[in-house]
């Protein structure tokens, strides 16, 4: 029974408490796929009035199985409170509305799960070069580099049988594509690394039979949606050369040749951005998640890379494994975290924290990173954003301590912004940026709310109660919301589920419940 699925946590919640407890809640969203929930104990007058909350994840689990059999929601939103000595209450509803941790906590609502997030690199202009690879080099290099492999390691390695053309084939046409010609040459000589050290010809990547290709490329062919709490805001980094690899995070025509095991893949770039080449060699995967990086203009060219790293003695080992060097990626920083703008600033740079610095930062230095996607000043003011005007941010993080918002119109990349002010500010130049889909403005201080509702680009909004209600007061929320938060400390659930319907949110099959721990009422 849910009454007895709701006992069950708040038997632990009243177990675990603090001394001097007033209260205990736990905010979340709960399902098969886990639990993702905030809360703790009030404690009036200690230092800390948060206490943390017992281990309830089993129980946090099978209450979403209830809900699951109650209402057919997966997954759901849910809200408990207990008092001593153990009077409790659950409201919850559909999952489409989300505690948040951090960021002040508040509620997410997910208004639109179709909507979806484009990466940068989905629209970028294919690059009309040929390929850079070269078979009968690619086999010439693959022998010259297995032979003297064996010679460091004083035997011959064992390599699989070579792939079968009908087995190539068949690959070719769960892909939708044709391999390079120099990596179906190679498969011709043999379906793999196999076991043991031949297995990482690859520097530290694992060589995969050709059966194993297409299901990786299905795997990692499309970005991995991690929820509007993380995308809102992201930025894809530009591989260097700049316009070589497409700006994103997966591709359906990136093809996973070489695996390292966690996550992270070597690929062979079928559809390479402007100034790239068909079969180019790329880093994805896990640690890849702000864009690939570009290893080598080929395979052929790779091969060559490991071979001078043989012949410089650029090797170790590990176990009975012989790791060669990977080519090095010759570029500047992409990402700095700073207390200050630097006095030079490389065109490598494409995001920049500023932390914490002497306010009112002055900005003009950023003019020298002319391939800057990312400003975000944390705990500190500019007053001046004219030197952003002319750069390519896509997401800027920014408190005004003066100034106005008048160099952001017309801004040709500005995606995301998220900003605060002491003063009230004009939002009318934001309705000039055609590129603007994400706007936090939890932390800033604005005029006329209802210019919000004349940017139809918009997919995600944050505000506080207040704003909220002001906007829906005088205007109506942007047509194309895919996303909305509610900022605010210790918001009830209650007014997060009104502020949803308000939105658009189906709240009429809510479930509540209330009672005493051991009397189910």
């Not at 709960?30 to 200690?46: D, K, N, Q």
């Amino acid at each position: 029974m849910l009454e007895r699925a709701v006992e069950r946590i708040v038997g632990k919640l009243v177990e675990g408490a603090p001394v001097g407890w007033s209260e205990a809640s736990i905010y979340g969203t709960v399902g098969r796929g886990g639990a993702r929930c905030s809360g703790g104990y009030e404690v009036p007058g200690a230092q800390d009035r948060r206490h943390r909350l017992p281990q309830v994840f089993r129980e946090l689990l099978a209450l979403a199985e209830e809900l699951r059999l109650v209402r057919g929601w997966e997954p759901a939103s849910l809200a408990i409170t207990c008092r001593p000595p153990g009077a409790y209450s659950l409201v919850a509803s559909m999952g489409d509305l989300h505690s948040l941790a951090g960021r002040g906590n508040g509620f997410r609502a997910v208004l639109d799960r179709r909507v979806k997030l484009e990466q940068p690199g989905r629209t970028q202009a294919r690059g009309a070069g040929g390929p850079a690879g070269d078979a009968q080099l690619a086999v010439e290099r693959f022998h010259r580099y297995t032979r003297r492999r064996g010679e460091i390691l004083g035997r011959e390695e064992r390599l699989p049988p070579p792939v079968s053309g009908t087995a190539l084939e068949e690959a070719e046409r769960m892909l939708s594509r044709r391999l390079p010609g120099d990596l179906r040459a190679l498969y011709q000589i043999c379906d793999g690394g196999g076991e043991g050290s031949s297995g990482c010809l690859f520097g530290r990547y694992r060589w995969l039979p050709i059966k194993s290709v297409a299901a990786c490329n299905a795997e990692q062919g499309e970005p991995f949606w991690f929820g509007w709490a993380r995308v809102w805001d992201q930025v894809v980094f530009d591989a260097e050369p700049f316009e070589t690899v497409r700006r994103c995070t997966a591709h359906p025509g990136w093809v996973p040749f070489a695996s390292g095991g966690d996550g992270n893949y070597l690929a062979v770039d079928m559809a390479p951005a402007r100034n790239g080449h068909p079969g180019q060699v790329i880093a994805i995967g896990r640690d890849y998640r702000d864009g690939p990086v570009l290893i080598a203009s080929s395979l052929t060219a790779l091969l060559g890379c490991y071979l001078e790293s043989l012949e410089r003695g650029a090797y170790e080992f590990d176990d009975e494994y012989l790791i060669v060097q990977d080519p090095p990626i010759g570029r500047g920083p992409v990402e700095l975290v700073v207390d200050e703008v630097p006095d030079t600033l490389g065109l490598s740079l494409q995001a920049i924290h500023i932390n914490d610095a002497t306010s009112p930062v002055e900005l003009s230095r950023l003019g020298a990173a002319g391939n800057l996607r990312l400003v975000h000043l944390n705990r500190c003011a500019t007053a001046d954003l004219e030197p952003l005007r002319s750069l390519p941010i896509e997401t800027l993080r920014v408190t005004l301590s003066g100034g106005d918002l008048s160099p952001l119109a017309h801004h040709r990349h500005l995606a995301a912004l998220s900003l605060g002010s002491a003063i009230p500010l004009d939002l009318s130049p934001l309705t000039t940026v055609s590129t603007l889909t994400a706007l936090d403005l939890a932390d800033a201080e604005i005029g006329d709310l209802s210019v919000v509702a004349e940017l139809p680009g918009l997919r995600y909004l944050a505000m506080t109660p207040n704003q909220w209600a002001t906007l829906l007061e005088s205007a109506s929320a942007p047509p194309a919301l895919g996303a909305a938060s509610l900022i605010g400390k210790n918001l009830p659930f209650d007014l997060a589920l009104n502020w949803g319907a308000r939105l658009g949110l189906d709240n009429t099959g809510v479930v509540r419940t209330s009672g005493v721990l051991g009397n189910n009422t």
